[in-house]
């Protein structure tokens, strides 16, 4: 397995030798285009269609792409980064997000850990406290349970949950699955904190202090302005907040917590919505079962992922149709335009997946 620029392939020569774009205004035309939207569009899991029949390609460009994707040999290397290879060269750490998720191929051990079982472990530890606080066994100083739980956490701590929430709040009311009113704190602004504080009882609150390091400085300000918030109400602090952290933060098993919760260095940020990033506030908001059956989703996804064939891996079509219009049609931008308001927030958040993966002045090699 090589790892190359890309402009050294021969496959990117052959597309640089492209000379005519494909006109998508001709292409969607009648009939050819009705044929176009039928047959340019990739299955995903559980009955969605990923569609790129407005995009600027034709049979000649994706044959190109596929040529592209086999000399760079890229589900190769997605084959190393889930069987625990180091691709995070920068940092000389492995991948293992679709860990939090599903198995796709080897046991990955790291530090004499098996670290599919530590995430499932840390899954199963969520559920239980969820379902405890659904079930009035974990309650405020006055006996009464919690009715709303609010995230403090910036960047992937906020973004990527914030997004999920938002999608399903909705959707949960009308089916019944709605068990916690859910809220963000992210802008170490008061202006954000305090706008949150006073639209809940705090006495009926659980804040979920999100920090791998347990040191980002935003973050802890921000809990700093909610535990004074929390006392001024008259209450304890520590019955009212939960860790989302590593192993070895200074926040890890703190007495400061109702319970705390762990993640480790080999989940990104951006990443990390389906660790407990995610998985304490939305089994919060919704229940274990709504969370699982995300993870479930995110799983299949991750499957599909695997196909060599362009055509049958939504994933990868997307990412190389993306590589052909910034690096061959000379796109510097990409917009993402939700035609569902529940979908909203879902831009930030892959505006920082994207730009935070692939926003780099540098090769993996450190060269220009």
Avoid at 49 to 60: E, H, I, R, T
Avoid at 151 to 166: E, F, K, N, V, W
Avoid at 192 to 215: C, E, P, R
Wanted: proline share 3%.
């Amino acid at each position: 397995m090589k790892w190359e620029n890309f402009t050294q392939l021969e496959s990117y020569k052959k597309l640089n030798s492209l000379e005519t774009p494909v006109d998508v205004n001709k292409v969607m035309a009648g009939d050819e285009g009705t044929k176009r939207v039928k047959e340019y569009q990739v299955p995903m899991s559980n009955g969605m269609l990923y569609s790129y029949a407005a995009k600027q390609v034709d049979d000649n460009v994706l044959a190109l792409l596929q040529e592209l994707a086999d000399e760079a040999e890229l589900t190769a290397k997605y084959e190393a980064l889930y069987n625990g290879e180091v691709i995070n060269t920068g940092e000389k750490r492995m991948v293992l997000h679709q860990l939090t998720r599903g198995q796709l191929g080897n046991d990955v051990v790291a530090d004499g850990v098996n670290k599919r079982e530590f995430y499932v472990k840390q899954q199963n530890r969520v559920a239980e406290f969820a379902n405890k606080v659904h079930a009035g066994e974990i309650v405020n100083e006055a006996g009464e349970k919690f009715t709303t739980v609010v995230q403090i956490g910036i960047g992937g701590s906020d973004l990527g949950p914030r997004a999920l929430y938002l999608s399903l709040e909705n959707w949960a009311k009308v089916n019944n699955t709605l068990k916690m009113k859910a809220q963000f704190i992210s802008n170490v602004d008061p202006d954000d904190a305090s706008g949150v504080l006073s639209n809940i009882d705090v006495a009926h609150s659980i804040f979920v202090l999100v920090s791998k390091s347990g040191t980002t400085l935003e973050t802890l300000t921000n809990e700093s302005f909610v535990k004074n918030a929390i006392k001024e109400a008259g209450l304890n602090p520590a019955k009212h907040m939960i860790a989302v952290t590593s192993e070895t933060s200074p926040l890890a098993g703190s007495d400061d917590y109702l319970d705390s919760f762990y993640m480790d260095d080999y989940i990104g940020g951006r990443f990390s919505s389906c660790s407990c990033v995610g998985g304490a506030i939305l089994s919060l908001a919704f229940g274990p079962d709504i969370f699982a059956r995300i993870l479930n989703g995110a799983a299949a996804e991750d499957a599909l992922a695997k196909n060599s064939d362009i055509k049958k891996n939504p994933a990868l079509l997307d990412a190389l149709i993306g590589v052909y219009e910034r690096n061959f049609l000379g796109y510097g931008l990409t917009a993402i335009l939700p035609y569902s308001q529940a979908l909203s927030r879902f831009p930030a958040h892959l505006q920082q997946l994207d730009m935070e993966s692939n926003g780099k002045s540098v090769n993996r090699f450190g060269e220009d």
